[in-house]
């Protein structure tokens, strides 16, 4: 008898939890994301085994109403169990990035472009985009702290990627990066006479080198980016305010 009413409980019990994720579909179909991740979240509670298709759904729901904690968690269990893993890599690393968590974002983003790159390239790029776009931000944070070394570091990882228009815009962003270093260090010598000058003058000229040669492989992988050009033009000037070498 005992055995007989535990088994009907459990079967209570199942019935319940899956009303529990029928009723979240239902709540997420009509964009009521709060009270699907709600049920979802019961549902989960008391399934006896992982249900990838609902924790999945549980990180959308929580990524809509802006719950980032509740979106990592989810995404992180949808990463373990391998269920729809590039979208849950990127979910996550999103969520990380809401809540600031950037270097865990990183390291995310630099896990899920690894795990692309042995099952499909192709199937990487969105984590691709998100880790270029933060190197861009980086390197220019960088840039305006006038902190050139830490600027090229991003940028170069930017030249490394697998799209071509990312490594283009490595490309481009260090050109630009040592044009305006070497522009800078002129400017510093304004007022510099002789040896100084002619310091100077070689520090400068060191940097258009390095320009150029980041613009010219810009300008190979996008031979007719308006972007590139402006840039060589503006290199060319540069170049040319030199003062003579001494």
Not at 55 to 62: I, W
Not at 97 to 120: F, P, R, S, Y
Request: proline residues 2%; contains cysteine.
């Amino acid at each position: 008898m005992k055995r007989h009413l535990l088994l009907i409980a459990l079967v209570a019990c199942a019935w319940s939890s899956r009303a529990q994720s029928e009723e979240g579909f239902r709540l997420l179909r009509d964009k009521k994301y709060g009270e699907a991740l709600a049920s979802f979240e019961r549902y989960l509670d008391t399934a006896r085994r992982a249900d990838d298709l609902v924790t999945f759904n549980a990180a959308v729901c929580a990524t809509r109403v802006g719950d980032h904690a509740a979106a990592e968690k989810y995404f992180t269990r949808s990463i373990a169990s391998g269920y729809n893993l590039f979208a849950a890599y990127a979910g996550k690393a999103d969520a990380l990035h809401k809540q600031e968590k950037i270097d865990e974002m990183v390291e995310t983003l630099k896990a899920g472009m690894k795990a692309g790159t042995k099952a499909d390239s192709s199937s990487h790029a969105p984590l691709e985009r998100m880790y270029a776009l933060h190197l861009l931000a980086e390197g220019r944070e960088h840039f305006r702290a006038n902190k050139v070394a830490k600027a090229a570091e991003s940028y170069t990882l930017l030249t490394r990627l697998n799209d071509k228009r990312w490594r283009a815009d490595g490309f481009l962003s260090l050109g630009t990066l040592y044009a305006a270093s070497g522009s800078a260090i002129m400017q510093d010598a304004a007022a510099a006479r002789g040896t100084a000058l002619e310091a100077a003058r070689k520090r400068a000229a060191a940097e258009y080198a390095k320009a150029r040669a980041n613009l010219d492989r810009a300008a190979k992988l996008y031979p007719d980016d308006p972007r590139v050009e402006e840039a060589l033009t503006r290199l060319a000037r540069l170049r040319q305010d030199l003062p003579p070498a001494r």
